[in-house]
């Protein structure tokens, strides 16, 4: 049987509204809901796009700059659905803090937003952390499905 979390428009919109009110940037590391935002001398953007409130990474990250992180309990699936901030397509990668286990598409902003996928073989204990490759890309929504 498998279990999924959903961190989307409602949690990112309470990191907007709630724990970061009138605030353009965050410069800060801080935890919500069991997902680490490292800003690691970078920022996360909160805000609005395609009609859903999100989360910018604010340009190209690492394991620990701009990045989410998150501990997971064993193998599962990874769904984002992300928009780069600019016209040229852009990547999320997937790291679990010494390989990166893959990459997911974040369309240019002129697209519609798309979930994308990534099987991920992890064991208990494991922390994935999300970033993006290059530079600004604003995550709508993540969802982390266990097998």
Aim: include cysteine; charge should be negative; hydrophobic fraction near 30%.
């Amino acid at each position: 049987m498998s279990e999924t979390t959903v961190w989307g428009d409602g949690y990112f919109a309470n990191i907007k509204d709630v724990l970061y009110p009138d605030v353009a940037e965050i410069k800060e590391d801080f935890t919500s809901e069991k997902i680490t935002y490292t800003a690691g001398g970078g920022k996360f953007k909160p805000g609005t796009t395609a009609g859903a409130t999100r989360i910018q990474l604010g340009g190209s990250g690492s394991t620990t700059k701009q990045c989410f992180s998150f501990t997971v309990s064993g193998p599962g699936t990874l769904s984002i659905t992300a928009l780069s901030t600019g016209d040229d397509d852009r990547v999320l990668v997937v790291h679990d803090g010494t390989n990166e286990l893959g990459t997911i598409a974040a369309p240019n902003k002129n697209a519609d937003p798309v979930s994308n996928s990534l099987d991920v073989n992890s064991k208990s204990g494991d922390t994935l952390y999300i970033y993006s490759r290059s530079s600004g890309v604003n995550v709508l929504e993540i969802k982390w499905t266990i097998k």
